[in-house]
């Protein structure tokens, strides 16, 4: 778990002018309350919350980010309220904590891909600050760590749920570890006689993995030392859930496997990066088609780096990422990496700029505000400014255009239930028909068989469904009138 000091320490490294004291606070309201013996799927140990601040701050964030991880549930388990929140932590940190117990209400049930991209994308719109789905994604990887004491029932529901919501928006922000770690820990769970199997093979491996690994990483220092270059060389065997998607992939034994390990090149100059190419390629015979130059076509997350696999000693095939420190940084920490290390993103791709646009206000707001006291003030970013993204009381997601009523809803739910539309409640509380819904709204349709459609709400429905229908039921109508015979 860590110990507070520990956690303090990490914080002190990257953030020496943090209020440490508040994390010792925070510590102390995550103390008050254990849960029963017998854990749920809300039921979060003092070592559950330490565990997702440790992982925040492994991720570099500040203390503010730090403490609310350490309070992430304190609302929701009614260890305290949001009034004493800020009063003694400030605003910050009490809009963080209750924007992430909000989050909490959201179950994703279904499994079904595009609802399940619905969901990531409500996640991100709900949220506001991508500081509050970053420690999201934390408490659910100190979720992860700690299934094993829950049941197997609950063991599988958190790491279906996982595998579907966070491990997609883990790599969406660019946070490739945190996904690799969820990916493991999945197959851990939902396949663990094909992980047992897998790791006590590796297992039996791993003097003469740590060997090879040993020699390659001599021989490349070696030669790149010949020509001056400063990089760094690390290697590792790869992920258990890496190797078992290869060997289903490609239908192999793992005998069979022959790119097992994979080695990574740091250098300081994009131009170093392709001088360590052609070094590789010269001393090994490159694998062909296995070559991908992401540092000229960026993914989508801004992720770059020169991908490579060379046949190595022993006739292995050997997989190489080259990239230099800023790539790494980005690899390492994701788009949240601009926020934290930049003083300004307008490098990024358009594109990405488009989809994260909030994210340069946040970082323009980081700088007016300081200590960010004032942050929940200027909150209202929003990522996707066209859409809304709301529920039905069963928690299914459902996506509109802004402006969408309830009107809206309930067409888009049936066709029927839009004609009988009577009133709707939305978050338990009635609203009128033109309300336009916002994001996480929990909506409730009430309807009569009396009732009937008409030309007004034409005016209310924003979605071409809506107004569609409306327009079909009014033209029948008006048909079947003059179709009746004259008396």
């Not at 002018?17 to 008050?32: G, T, V």
């Not at 559950?48 to 492994?58: E, F, K, L, P, W």
């Not at 493991?184 to 003097?207: G, H, I, K, M, W």
Request: charge should be negative; proline fraction near 3%; charged fraction near 25%.
């Amino acid at each position: 778990m860590g110990t507070l000091t520990e956690l303090v320490n990490k914080v002190k490294t990257n953030h020496p002018e943090s209020k440490f004291y508040l994390i010792e606070n925070a510590y102390r309201y995550a103390s008050r309350s254990e849960p029963n013996a017998t854990q749920s799927f809300n039921s979060i140990t003092l070592e559950h919350r330490v565990g997702a601040a440790n992982i925040i701050a492994d991720m570099r964030l500040d203390a503010a980010c730090v403490c609310s991880a350490l309070l992430h549930d304190v609302i929701e388990d009614h260890i305290v309220s949001v009034t004493e929140l800020e009063q003694e932590f400030g605003e910050t940190i009490a809009f963080l904590v209750e924007a992430i117990s909000r989050l909490d209400q959201y179950h994703f049930t279904s499994h079904e891909e595009r609802e399940a991209e619905s969901f990531r994308k409500m996640i991100l719109a709900t949220a506001k600050d991508i500081r509050v789905v970053l420690i999201k994604i934390a408490e659910r990887l100190a979720t992860m760590r700690m299934l094993k004491t829950l049941s197997a029932d609950i063991q599988k529901a958190i790491t279906l749920e996982t595998m579907d919501i966070y491990a997609p928006l883990a790599e969406r922000l660019g946070l490739q570890w945190l996904k690799g770690e969820f990916e493991d820990l999945s197959f851990r769970y939902l396949e663990p006689q094909a992980f047992n199997e897998l790791d006590l093979l590796v297992n039996a491996l791993a003097d003469d993995t740590e060997r090879y690994l040993k020699d390659m990483i001599e021989t490349i220092n070696k030669s790149l030392t010949e020509y001056e270059l400063e990089t760094e060389v690390t290697g590792r065997c790869k992920r258990l859930s890496s190797l078992h998607q290869e060997m289903i992939r490609c239908g192999l034994t793992f005998n069979q496997v022959q790119d097992f390990v994979a080695f990574r090149i740091i250098t300081e100059k994009v131009a170093d990066c392709y001088t360590v190419l052609e070094i590789i390629h010269s001393q090994w015979t490159p694998v062909p088609g296995r070559f991908k130059d992401f540092i000229k076509k960026p993914k989508s997350n801004k992720y770059q780096s020169l991908h490579t696999t060379v046949v190595g000693p022993g006739e292995l095939e050997v997989e190489l990422q080259i990239r230099t420190r800023e790539m790494h940084k980005i690899a390492e920490y994701g788009i949240a990496a601009h926020w934290l290390y930049k003083e300004h993103i307008s490098d990024l791709d358009p594109k990405l700029v488009a989809s994260f646009a909030w994210l340069r206000q946040l970082a323009d707001l980081q700088k007016e505000v300081g200590d960010l006291e004032e942050f929940n003030k200027h909150h209202q970013l929003d990522p996707f400014p066209d859409d809304v993204y709301v529920l039905t009381p069963s928690g299914n997601v459902m996506n509109f255009p802004r402006g969408a009523t309830p009107l809206d809803f309930a067409y888009a739910i049936q066709t029927d239930l839009g004609h009988r539309f009577t009133s709707a409640r939305v978050n338990a509380t009635q609203v009128p028909i033109d309300y336009e819904l916002q994001n996480g709204d929990v909506v409730e349709i009430y309807s009569e068989n009396s009732n009937q459609a008409n030309a007004r709400w034409l005016e209310i429905v924003v979605t071409k469904t809506a107004r569609s229908e409306i327009n079909a039921y009014l033209c029948s109508k008006q048909d079947s009138v003059q179709q009746e015979p004259t008396k």
